[in-house]
């Protein structure tokens, strides 16, 4: 149980483009998601909290204008990556908490590699 | 911004032996947790230990907790090759969903 998916595993995309990432928890509902961004051998850095049907919780420092997080339903939260730039190039991961377990471990997806040429 | 520093940032090991990683973080925390990622893929959950705990088993993997000092460890006793991954450690503040994460040790184990 607590299996998180991620689509696409990679995507690569020209400058200027927008690509679009899907995070689905897909045998329990998900009320929060998260997303994160992380560069080579860096850690996992927290860019926004998504949460079903209202507005996501962007931290410092993350354009909310250029990734737009959509959390429609309790199984699926998606990123868009607007007007893509090679700096943006990164892995993006997700992950959501399991509200059945009463616990704080969260689950990940296996993340997807942008690359932007 | 990162709350946990991890000691080492590498760790290259015998299989058999044992890996210690060590992990310190900043503000008061309900829990502490550790995820290994394998390269290129998502985080999975190793375990998780309160902030009213001292120690936890789990497995070959031990886990310590000094909230006084702000640290954690994580021992893999008799370690293997598929234990080659990354280690982070993870905190949440308390009332807060989020986890922020540590800088990660990577852990190489020779066969």
């Known amino acids: 149980g607590a299996v998180v998916s991620q689509h696409p595993s990679w995507v690569i995309c020209k400058s200027g483009t927008s690509v679009k990432i899907e995070c689905r928890s897909l045998d329990f509902q998900a009320t929060t998601m998260f997303w994160y961004r992380q560069f080579p051998k860096q850690s996992l850095m927290l860019m926004a909290t998504s949460n079903e049907g209202s507005k996501a919780t962007y931290e410092q420092g993350v354009e909310k204008d250029k990734f737009l997080i959509n959390h429609a339903s309790l199984t699926l939260s998606t990123l868009t990556v607007t007007s893509a730039h090679p700096e943006d190039s990164s892995f993006y991961i997700c992950?959501?908490?399991?509200?059945?377990?009463?616990?704080?471990?969260?689950?990940f997806g296996p993340g997807t590699r942008l690359t932007v040429t | 911004s990162q709350q946990g520093e991890e000691d080492p940032q590498a760790l290259s090991i015998q299989e058999g032996e044992n890996a210690t990683m060590n992990c310190s973080y900043k503000?008061?925390?309900?829990?502490l947790q550790w995820y290994r990622q394998n390269s290129g893929r998502g985080l999975v959950h190793l375990i998780l230990?309160?902030?009213?705990?001292r120690e936890k088993h789990s497995g070959r993997l031990r886990v310590t907790l000094d909230t006084s000092k702000k640290s954690s460890s994580l021992l893999i006793t008799a370690s293997r090759a598929a234990d080659t991954a990354s280690y982070f450690c993870a905190t949440d503040g308390q009332g807060a969903q989020k986890l922020v994460f540590g800088q990660g040790t990577r852990l190489t184990i020779n066969p």
């Open positions: 230990i309160r902030s009213n705990e």
């Open positions: 992950s959501a908490r399991d509200p059945r377990r009463g616990s704080y471990e969260q689950y």
């Open positions: 503000t008061s925390i309900n829990n």
